[in-house]
């Protein structure tokens, strides 16, 4: 969880990639609600993670509430 708050509270960070990193649903998830609030990211790599059914709607949630990303 420490990495929710350490996202949603950046303001320097642009650029995340994470891919390949088989993070499990759970950390997505929470990675995923750091970047709900976060306004300066603006392009972020999850692929090939496992985001699962739980993992999918939280990307929804991001991307309804975030509008602001260039490349996913």
Same mark, same amino acid.
């Given at each position: 969880?420490?990495?929710? @708050?350490?996202?949603? $509270?950046?303001?320097?960070?642009? $650029?995340?990639? !994470? %891919?390949?990193? @088989? !993070?499990? %649903?759970?950390?997505? !998830?929470?990675?995923? +609600?750091? @970047?709900?609030?976060? +306004?300066?990211?603006?392009?972020? =790599?999850?692929?090939?993670?496992?985001?699962?059914? =739980?993992? %999918?709607?939280?990307?929804? +949630?991001?991307?309804?509430?975030?509008?602001?990303?260039?490349?996913?």
């Amino acid at each position: 969880w420490a990495l929710l @708050f350490i996202l949603a $509270d950046n303001t320097s960070l642009k $650029d995340l990639n !994470i %891919s390949w990193n @088989f !993070i499990r %649903s759970y950390a997505t !998830i929470a990675l995923l +609600r750091g @970047f709900e609030t976060n +306004r300066t990211l603006t392009n972020f =790599d999850i692929s090939w993670s496992n985001l699962g059914y =739980d993992g %999918s709607v939280a990307l929804r +949630r991001v991307l309804i509430a975030n509008t602001g990303y260039g490349v996913l």
